[in-house]
């Protein structure tokens, strides 16, 4: 996983830029058939963000181009056909664009996800280290006549006796 966000702007215009075209080359050859409206609306939802709405109308173009669905909209030739089958080629295309774009959107939260956790785990510990410190300072307190040494005071000594009888380096205090 990456540890930066993938920008979705170039992804989303050259998917939306890919359907677009496609919209307008399919208005063009079959100005009788309404599959064009699904590819510019596949385009919208891509950039509005809603990627599984841009799939069913990509898959709605899609099933639009199969041969029996242009025999029905009087496409009898081959020429037609072939048009049709490169039409949906290109409708394919257009709809792994889109879930490339989902999937760079979706890699993105969950990156931004982890982030947060991290950061909310991060307080959490500062929060529960400076509860403990506020706890451990007023325990201290509370020994009468103030005999209490501070915890830190109390690994220096200690690590004066560990160093003593090691014959380590000793601090002077």
């Known amino acids: ?40 609306d596949a385009a919208r939802e891509i950039e509005a963000g809603r990627h599984d709405n841009a799939k069913h109308h990509l898959d709605a173009a899609i099933a639009a181009f199969a041969p029996l669905q242009l025999t029905r909209h009087g496409i009898h030739d081959d020429t037609g056909h072939m048009a049709g089958k490169a039409f949906m080629q290109r409708a394919h295309r257009g709809r792994l664009l889109a879930a490339d774009v989902e999937h760079i959107s979706g890699a993105n939260d969950e990156l931004r996800g982890t982030k947060r956790d991290a950061a909310s785990a991060a307080a959490a510990d500062k929060a529960d280290r400076r509860q403990a410190d506020t706890a451990s300072d007023d325990s201290s307190s509370d020994v009468p006549g103030g005999a209490a040494e501070s915890d830190t005071h109390q690994g220096c000594r200690s690590r004066q006796r560990q160093g003593s009888e090691l014959g380590g380096y000793r601090h002077g205090h």
């Open 1 to 40: 996983m990456t540890t930066r966000p993938t920008p979705t702007g170039p992804h989303k215009l050259r998917a939306t830029a890919h359907i677009r075209r496609l919209a307008q080359d399919v208005k063009r050859t079959f100005p009788d058939m309404d599959v064009h409206e699904h590819l510019t």
